[in-house]
């Protein structure tokens, strides 16, 4: 079994900061692209960040200069730091992770963690 967990949301007043991280674990051969989407209530889930296995990165424009994602392919382990929050980036955000895992033949498969809710208000 392949598992996400995210710690890391919270509540914060604007202009804050956080810092999420989401861990990989189990039964895992390699992972590929590793991303943080969200989800406000009654929209749609739409990506945030993500980061290829070799460090290249893809942001939404609503969230560019603000947010960094990084990755320690050691720990499979991706991380979001949230700088210069704003009340729209209030939502719950989601882990998902590209992942051939072993169980026992190789499977390529996307995987999602259980998310965490990011609350930006005054």
């Known amino acids: 079994q392949v598992q996400l967990v995210e710690s890391g949301g919270g509540l914060v007043q604007p202009g804050g900061s956080l810092r999420l991280s989401c861990a990989a674990s189990?039964?895992?051969?390699?992972?590929?692209?590793m991303g943080w989407y969200r989800q406000a209530p009654g929209k749609q889930r739409d990506l945030v960040a993500s980061i290829t296995s070799g460090g290249s990165t893809n942001y939404a424009d609503s969230v560019k200069g603000r947010f960094t994602i990084s990755r320690d392919n050691a720990k499979n382990t991706v991380y979001l730091q949230m700088n210069s929050l704003k009340p729209e980036d209030t939502a719950v955000y989601y882990c998902?992770?590209?992942?051939?895992?072993?169980?026992?033949?190789?499977?390529?498969?996307?995987?999602w963690g259980q998310g965490t809710q990011v609350t930006v208000s005054s």
């Open positions: 189990g039964n895992i051969f390699r992972i590929y692209t």
């Open positions: 998902n992770a590209d992942i051939l895992s072993e169980i026992p033949v190789l499977l390529r498969s996307d995987y």
